[in-house]
């Protein structure tokens, strides 16, 4: 689940505050993301900074009986490599190359 996983900021996004949240460029795949509340763009800055996604939305005051909708809005980040998983330099949805001969 992503509330227990390690994530940041793709290298290849900047964010941009705005008074309702911030907005999110990606200069590889040209998307633009309106995070629409403050409280998401405090999370997202500060992901990388945390040990997982739970204790990020603990540090940017998102109530607990909030955090499953925050986990589907940044597994929606995700799906647009808008997040990657810490440490991954890879786009999202390309295949580990340990993956490659798995289909075989």
């Not at 990606?26 to 763009?41: I, Q, S, V, W, Y």
């Not at 204790?55 to 647009?80: C, F, I, K, W």
Request: aromatic share 6%; with cysteine.
């Amino acid at each position: 689940m992503i509330l227990d996983e390690a994530w940041s900021l793709s290298p290849s996004v900047a964010l941009r505050p705005e008074p309702f949240g911030a907005l999110a460029y990606h200069f590889g795949n040209r998307r633009l993301t309106f995070l629409k509340r403050p409280e998401m763009a405090a999370v997202v800055r500060c992901l990388a900074e945390h040990p997982d996604v739970r204790t990020a939305l603990v540090a940017a005051g998102v109530p607990e009986s909030q955090h499953a909708a925050y986990a589907d809005a940044l597994a929606g980040l995700a799906r647009t490599d808008m997040i990657r998983p810490r440490g991954s330099t890879r786009p999202e949805g390309m295949p580990r190359p340990d993956d490659a001969g798995a289909a075989r």
